[in-house]
């Protein structure tokens, strides 16, 4: 494995430039860290704007135990699931990065892969049909066992739960149950077994298959944006693999934590440790001299 300093890392801010203005194909691998860069963090100010009662009474720390824990009822489990996903996937995020990264690829032929639940992709701007939405979506609700491959869009549901919601818990009469068999229903996450890939699920990724396919031959750049290591399987490795097969493929990635790639790609590789955010900053305000006299990976 390879990894920069941070300070060395933003010297390839160049490279990426050039890489991308050379593509002529762009594969966007987004993780959780591309959301927390645009201002959707599960914890600190945020969490206890939008969560404190629940902090006080349970002692939840932040967004993501809340949503393992074992309220006594469903009234309150919706109270706490209605918020969490209003303000993480109804709502702008605080900074515009998602926005940012439709500046830089917008125009290019791109599709966008990605574990993250939010619909920020969208919201932003991106091609619906240019997404794959790997592992579910916020607005969107199915059975809990569940008896029938379908989802739901939860919408207005979860703006009524957020708007009649008192003392930390629902109307009875809001809670989803099943249409089908009667059981409640639950959020369309993949969490174990029982996630539904809808006809919409598959659909995306049909698309996303039918594009790598069309790409091959190409000058790919795969750029992978906030993946950490809780799924590598979905995003991070296939993209160190299909960089590897493809000798004009070029793999790039942004990452707080560890930006790195393995060594049998390094010559094709662009690792840049620091914010997301920042980075695309970078990049946007350098123009195409400054991008020319910075070295191209070797390939």
């Known amino acids: 494995m390879t990894q920069k300093s941070t300070a060395a890392s933003w010297d390839r801010i160049g490279e990426l430039r050039q890489a991308l203005d050379r593509a002529e194909a762009v594969v966007v691998g987004a993780g959780a860290g591309l959301s927390a860069s645009a201002g959707l963090t599960y914890s600190g100010e945020r969490f206890e704007r939008y969560f404190g009662d629940f902090q006080k009474k349970y002692g939840i720390p932040d967004m993501y135990s809340g949503g393992f824990f074992p309220f006594d009822s469903l009234e309150e489990y919706w109270a706490w699931w209605s918020r969490h996903i209003w303000y993480n996937?109804?709502?702008?995020?605080?900074?515009?990065?998602?926005?940012?990264?439709?500046?830089?690829?917008?125009?290019?032929?791109?599709?966008?892969?990605?574990?993250?639940?939010?619909?920020?992709?969208?919201?932003?701007?991106f091609d619906k049909s240019r997404i794959f939405y790997t592992q579910g979506d916020y607005g969107l609700w199915q059975c809990s066992k569940p008896c029938h491959a379908k989802t739901y869009d939860n919408?207005?549901?979860?703006?009524?739960?957020?708007?009649?919601?008192?003392?930390?818990?629902?109307?009875?009469?809001?809670?989803?149950?099943?249409?089908?068999?009667?059981?409640?229903?639950?959020?369309?996450?993949?969490?174990?077994?029982?996630?539904?890939?809808?006809?919409?699920?598959?659909?995306?990724?049909?698309?996303?298959?039918?594009?790598?396919?069309?790409?091959?031959?190409?000058?790919?750049?795969?750029?992978?944006?906030?993946?950490?290591?809780?799924?590598?399987?979905?995003?991070?490795?296939?993209?160190?693999?299909?960089?590897?097969?493809?000798?004009?493929a070029v793999y790039a990635c942004i990452n707080r934590e560890a930006a790195c790639a393995p060594g049998e790609i390094r010559s094709r590789a662009i690792c840049i440790q620091g914010d997301i955010g920042a980075a695309l900053d970078r990049l946007r305000a350098l123009d195409e001299t400054e991008a020319a006299q910075c070295s191209a990976p070797k390939t």
């Open 89 to 125: 996937r109804y709502v702008d995020p605080p900074k515009p990065v998602y926005r940012d990264l439709l500046d830089l690829v917008g125009e290019r032929d791109y599709f966008v892969l990605t574990t993250n639940v939010d619909h920020q992709f969208q919201r932003a701007g």
């Open 155 to 248: 919408q207005e549901t979860v703006r009524r739960m957020l708007e009649e919601q008192r003392d930390m818990r629902v109307p009875a009469e809001l809670v989803p149950y099943c249409p089908v068999c009667g059981r409640p229903m639950t959020m369309n996450l993949r969490a174990d077994d029982t996630f539904v890939e809808d006809e919409g699920w598959h659909a995306a990724a049909r698309r996303y298959e039918a594009f790598l396919r069309r790409c091959q031959g190409k000058r790919v750049l795969y750029l992978e944006l906030g993946v950490g290591g809780n799924t590598p399987v979905i995003i991070k490795y296939p993209f160190w693999k299909m960089t590897q097969r493809d000798p004009k």
